[in-house]
Structure formats: structure tokens, C-alpha cells
């Protein structure tokens, strides 16, 4: 069976700090990846997604960027974090084919300070 | 760029009752696919429904029922027999056919009364 793995589940981390979350999935290959933002009590907000390995799909201008090194890890990025940059960040992953519904990973709270 | 709307930030209902969640949705295409994801206080985002556009019969998942109007571009979710479980965040969201990202709305927030 396929599952997601998604880690720290909480980080505070100062301003203009680095920041490096990472994503795993198993059990299937060539998933599309994404990652998504969560502000407090807000929806979700798509950041990037993947359909590849290198293949980067970004959807907001900001600081933040992500990178997939190999078929099933996906990992999110940010050289100096702002205080906006604050929320709880989702992976997911889905197959990949039209209408595909989306698996998501637990969840990482960050708290820039 | 699709866009998703849910007009009612919160939502209450009395225990075993019914209540609807509204979405209306934007968009261009005609081969698209509409889900609603409930995520309760643990935070894990669980699916609850998947609509495929093209079909004119509305999916039904147990107590979870959708009423897709696709020429209003509507989604609403009806859920039947209310829990107390049932008590989340739901999100309703659009993915196309053609392209390979997911639009979810801002979410409603459905309190179940004991």
C-alpha cells in the first residue's frame, strides 16, 4: 500500500533562518507531488507541484522553493524565512492521471519567530 | 485560473440532522472532477466525496451526498444524520482533466450540536 511520510511535524524557526522540509511517498512510482499552505483557520493555498523529477510547477511569487531530487521525495526550501511564512504546510501526492484525488501527509507546522 | 468558492465560513447543525455545505466553482472547461475533503481538529485532510463532471448522476457516499448543478457551476454537499464526528473543516475542491494541480475553496467550518 502507498503512504506519505512528512517531517517535523512542528518547527519554530527564528527569522531569516533557513528552512527544509521534507516529503517521502511509497509504494507507488512516478506520483505527483505538491505541497501546500495552510494559514490559521484558512484554506489551502497551492505553492508547488511536480510531475517529475526536476520538474518544478511554481504557483505563488514568494521566498520559498522546492525541489525533487528523486522520483518520490519532494522537499520544500527557503533560504531566510519571513514571518509570513507561518502556516502549516501539507504534501500530497496523487496518481498520475486526470482526476486523480490527492493523499496528504500529516502535516508540518511552522512557527517563524 | 479555476477558482473555488465556499460562501459559508461556518456552519451548525443539530445532531442527526441534515445540513448542506455550498461551492461554486469557476471555470472554463468541461472535463474537470470536484471533491469535497473534510479535515477535522487532528488536521488530516480526508477525502469524503469525489464528483467526476461528466456524470450527471450525483455521488453518494453513505450519510455524504453531493448536488452538482454543472451548468451553475455548483457543488454542494449534503450530509445526512449528523455526528458528532462529523464536526470539521470541509474543503471543496476542483482538479482539471487536462492540468495537474488541485484548487481547494477556504474551507467551512461545520460544529455539530449534541
Known amino acids: 500500500s502507498q503512504t506519505i511520510h512528512q517531517w517535523p511535524a512542528t518547527l519554530v524557526q527564528p527569522v531569516g533562518s533557513p528552512l527544509s522540509l521534507e516529503c517521502t511517498v511509497e509504494g507507488t512510482s512516478n506520483p505527483n507531488l505538491y505541497w501546500y499552505r495552510q494559514a490559521a483557520g484558512r484554506g489551502l493555498q497551492l505553492l508547488f507541484y511536480s510531475v517529475g523529477i526536476g520538474q518544478i510547477s511554481s504557483e505563488v511569487p514568494q521566498n520559498l522553493s522546492a525541489s525533487r531530487p528523486q522520483d518520490r521525495q519532494f522537499i520544500l526550501s527557503s533560504k531566510k524565512l519571513l514571518l509570513s511564512d507561518s502556516g502549516f504546510y501539507l504534501c500530497?501526492?496523487?496518481?498520475?492521471?486526470?482526476?486523480?484525488?490527492?493523499?496528504f501527509g500529516s502535516g508540518t507546522q511552522l512557527s517563524v519567530l | 485560473a479555476q477558482t473555488v468558492t465556499q460562501s459559508q465560513p461556518e456552519m451548525s447543525v443539530q445532531e442527526a440532522e441534515t445540513v448542506t455545505l455550498s461551492c461554486t466553482y469557476d471555470?472554463?472547461?468541461?472535463?474537470?472532477?470536484l471533491f469535497w475533503y473534510k479535515q477535522p481538529p487532528s488536521r488530516q485532510m480526508i477525502l469524503v466525496i469525489r464528483?467526476?463532471?461528466?456524470?450527471?448522476q450525483n455521488a453518494t457516499e453513505n450519510r455524504f451526498s453531493v448536488n452538482f448543478q454543472k451548468a451553475a457551476k455548483s457543488f454542494s454537499l449534503k450530509i445526512s444524520d449528523s455526528q458528532l464526528g462529523d464536526a470539521a473543516m470541509y474543503f471543496c475542491?476542483?482538479?482539471?482533466?487536462?492540468?495537474?494541480?488541485?484548487?481547494f475553496g477556504a474551507g467551512t467550518r461545520l460544529t455539530v450540536k449534541p
Open positions: 471555470t472554463s472547461e468541461s472535463d474537470y472532477y
Open positions: 464528483q467526476e463532471a461528466y456524470k450527471q
Open positions: 475542491a476542483y482538479r482539471s482533466a487536462s492540468n495537474n494541480d488541485m484548487r
Open positions: 500530497a501526492w496523487s496518481y498520475d492521471r486526470g482526476g486523480a484525488k490527492l493523499f
